[in-house]
Nanobody
Framework: QVQLVESGGGLVQAGGSLRLSCAASERTFSSANMGWLRQAPGKEREFVASISARGGFKYYADSVKGRFTISRDNGKNTVALQMNSLKPEDTAVYYC??????????????WGQGTQVTVSS
């Protein structure tokens, strides 16, 4: 069982930056593919970014390409999402996710509790 705990959300002005972090409790984290999803009020959950177990493959939603960067540190069992040039439409609850398979959709096996990101205009 993989337990995921997000941190780093908050309120930021448009154009600003935030860094989300996710800590995993399971020793097998280094073999798990990781990702970030988000859900805005009244909208469906959407894929944001994912990274393979060793970090060699990374995928991004078109809406965040060039602005967001996903990374991981297998020695610390953490995955991060650096978010730059934030826009009001990035406002959402962000979820850290993990799975045995590398995915680019919303169907992941393990989820964190979510962290709120609010971007003011």
């Amino acid at each position: 069982q993989v337990q995921l705990v997000e941190s780093g959300g908050g309120l930021v002005q448009a154009g600003g930056s935030l860094r989300l972090s996710c800590a995993a409790s399971e020793r097998t984290f280094s073999s798990a593919n990781m990702g970030w999803l988000r859900q805005a009020p009244g909208k469906e959950r959407e894929f944001v970014a994912s990274i393979s177990a060793r970090g060699g493959f990374k995928y991004y939603a078109d809406s965040v390409k060039g602005r967001f960067t996903i990374s991981r540190d297998n020695g610390k069992n953490t995955v991060a999402l650096q978010m730059n040039s934030l826009k009001p439409e990035d406002t959402a609850v962000y979820y850290c996710v993990a799975d045995e398979r590398l995915r680019v959709g919303v169907n992941w096996g393990y989820w964190g509790q979510g962290t709120q990101v609010t971007v003011s205009s």
